[in-house]
């Protein structure tokens, strides 16, 4: 049996903050307010010029350091994002450029906050069908630039970085199951409902940013993602006890509270990055993964239950052995 394990992590965040004083500055908000109803209390913003694929080069060659792997190693690029650099090509193969890699399939895999889940999924059935030996899974985003930075109901909400993971065969069990959903009659709640590149004139109108109903998006959020919790862990004959760590996708505290009760793990064992990273889409999950492996909670053999939730409405989880 070919199992695929995480070899190698690495995440990277832009130089530039706006922290949630910047953010009074710029609409009518409190800092109070965000902090209660979010838990976020800053995000990273790309720089002028700096795209989806720079942050992900950066976290990209991180991971594969850690792997202990040369690009060369790498047959499989699967790149999770909402907010390509362009049309076309795919931010796969601009960054398979970057990289100097030539020759291994590399595509984009669109699915909003689920993107990194969707990514790792697909990856991890490449390599247990003998596909690919090394794949490199990026979740990166620079939101950003679809975020209306006048609207105060989205604009606290989110920020931009990368993450990644080298995922490579191997006889020991690592992914144990994922499980992947979608919905698309929520499509009204959660959008971009333009083209960027496309409609010009819908930038200008306002259009073409991301439009949320916060609220009606939350109870969905909490209710889709507890069951994933039961589907889960009755696919893999597992109980509350068997999960050492819940590394959430990182929107709001308050359901990264409500899914931590419902494994029943302590806070500790929940890894929380929204007060410092905001809601980063595709990157959240990696950067959260990649922050607890560095700073040495994530321990090799642990059980780790990854889960998102975003726009389409998309849905997943992945439960893993590091
Ligand atoms: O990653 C994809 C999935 N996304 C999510 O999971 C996000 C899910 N939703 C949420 O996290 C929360 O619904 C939000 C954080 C977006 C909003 O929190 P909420 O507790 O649901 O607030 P609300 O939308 O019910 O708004 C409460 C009040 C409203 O005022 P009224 O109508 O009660 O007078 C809003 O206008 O707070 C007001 N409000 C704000 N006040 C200060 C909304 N945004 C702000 C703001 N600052 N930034």
């Known amino acids: 049996m070919i199992y695929s394990r995480i070899a190698g992590t690495g995440s990277f965040l832009p130089e530039k903050v706006y922290t949630n004083a910047d953010l009074e500055r710029m609409v009518d908000t409190t800092d109070e307010w965000i902090t209660d109803r979010t838990g976020i209390k800053k995000r990273h913003i790309a720089g002028e010029g700096e795209?989806?694929?720079d942050l992900a080069e950066h976290a990209s060659r991180a991971a594969i350091e850690a792997a202990g792997l040369g690009v060369d190693d790498i047959d499989l690029i699967?790149?999770?994002?909402?907010?390509?650099?362009q049309v076309f090509p795919s931010t796969a193969c601009l960054l398979q450029k970057r990289l100097g890699i030539h020759g291994p399939a590399a595509f984009d895999?669109?699915?909003?906050?689920?993107?990194?889940?969707?990514?790792?999924?697909?990856?991890?059935k490449f390599i247990k069908t003998g596909s690919a030996k090394n794949a490199l899974v990026i979740g990166a985003e620079t939101l950003s630039r679809i975020v209306d930075w006048t609207d105060r109901e989205t604009c606290i909400l989110f920020g931009d970085g990368a993450g990644a993971v080298v995922l490579s065969a191997s006889d020991k069990p690592g992914i144990i199951s994922t499980h992947l959903h979608a919905d698309g009659q929520y499509e009204s709640l959660l959008n971009v409902p333009k083209g960027i590149v496309s409609d010009y004139e819908a930038v200008k109108q306002g259009e073409a940013f991301i439009h949320m109903k916060g609220r009606e998006v939350f109870k969905v959020a909490v209710n889709t993602l507890g069951r994933i919790v039961d589907e889960t862990l009755d696919a893999a004959g597992m109980t509350q006890a068997d999960i050492d760590w819940l590394v959430p996708h990182q929107a709001n505290v308050r359901i990264i509270g409500a899914l931590g009760k419902k494994l029943s793990l302590p806070s500790e064992r929940v890894v929380v990055t929204v007060q410092d990273h905001g809601n980063t889409s595709a990157a959240s999950v990696p950067l959260a993964l990649d922050t607890a492996v560095r700073d040495g909670r994530i321990q090799r053999g642990e059980t780790l239950f990854l889960e998102a939730f975003g726009g389409g409405f998309t849905w997943g989880s992945a439960l893993l052995i590091y």
Do not use: E, H, K, N
């Open 51 to 53: 795209t989806t694929c």
């Open 78 to 85: 699967v790149f999770a994002t909402t907010t390509p650099d």
């Open 109 to 124: 895999i669109q699915a909003v906050c689920s993107g990194f889940i969707y990514a790792i999924s697909i990856a991890d």
